[in-house]
C-alpha cells in the first residue's frame, strides 16, 4: 500500500510539473506574475539624489540594487537601455528627524532626542513596453531609526540606507511585476 501512494505521489508531481512548465505565465516563489514569452529584458536608468543629503555614492548604490534585485529574483535579461521594462527616477527625500525626546534630566541643559529617524524617499516612473497599462510613476518611502545617545549617523548609515533601499526595492518590485 505505501508502494502505491509513492507512485502516485510521484505521479501527481510529474503531472503538476508538465502543467505548471506548460504555461506561457510563469509564476515564481518570489511571486512575479512575468509572460516571459512577451517579455525577456528590463533597463534601468541611473537614478539621481535630488534630495540635497545622503552620502555621495547614494544614487549609484540604489540603482545597482535594483538591478541585483530584479536579476536575481526574475528571468530578465538587464540591458543598457530600452528594455521590455523600463525603470528611472531619483532619490526625492533624504530626511532625518527626531522621533522620542529624552529629558535631560538637568534644567539648565536641554532635552535630547532619543530616536532619530532616517527615511529616504524614491520616485520611480516604470513602463513595461508590452502592456501600458501597467505603466506607473509612483514615490516609494521607507524609514529606519536609530539611537543617538549610544551611537552616530556616520556609524549607522551605511546599514540604516542598505534596510531602508532593500524594503523600497520590495515595495517597487511588488507593485510592479509582482501585481498584487
Known amino acids: 500500500m505505501a508502494l502505491i501512494n509513492r507512485f502516485f505521489t510521484f505521479l501527481l508531481i510529474v503531472v503538476l510539473g508538465l502543467l505548471l512548465n506548460s504555461c506561457s505565465v510563469s509564476y515564481s516563489f ?35 540594487s535594483l538591478k541585483e534585485f530584479y536579476q536575481r529574483n526574475t528571468q530578465l535579461e538587464l540591458v543598457r537601455t530600452n528594455g521590455d521594462l523600463q525603470f528611472a527616477g531619483a532619490i526625492k527625500r533624504y530626511t532625518l528627524t527626531p522621533q522620542a525626546v529624552v529629558s535631560s534630566g538637568n534644567p539648565n541643559l536641554p532635552d535630547r532626542a532619543g530616536q532619530m529617524r532616517l527615511t529616504i524617499s524614491v520616485e520611480v516612473e516604470y513602463i513595461n513596453q508590452t502592456n501600458e497599462e501597467e505603466n506607473l510613476k509612483q514615490s516609494f518611502s521607507f524609514f529606519q531609526d536609530y539611537d543617538p545617545r549610544t551611537t552616530t549617523l556616520l556609524d549607522v548609515e551605511d546599514r540604516l540606507i542598505e534596510e531602508i533601499f532593500k524594503n523600497i526595492i520590495q515595495d517597487i518590485f511588488t507593485a510592479t511585476v509582482a501585481n498584487w
Not at 512575468?34 to 534630495?51: G, L, M, R, W
Open 30 to 64: 518570489t511571486g512575479t506574475n512575468i509572460n516571459y514569452e512577451e517579455v525577456q529584458t528590463f533597463s534601468v536608468e541611473n537614478f539621481f539624489n535630488d534630495s540635497g543629503g545622503g552620502p555621495a555614492n547614494m544614487e549609484q548604490r540604489f540603482t545597482e
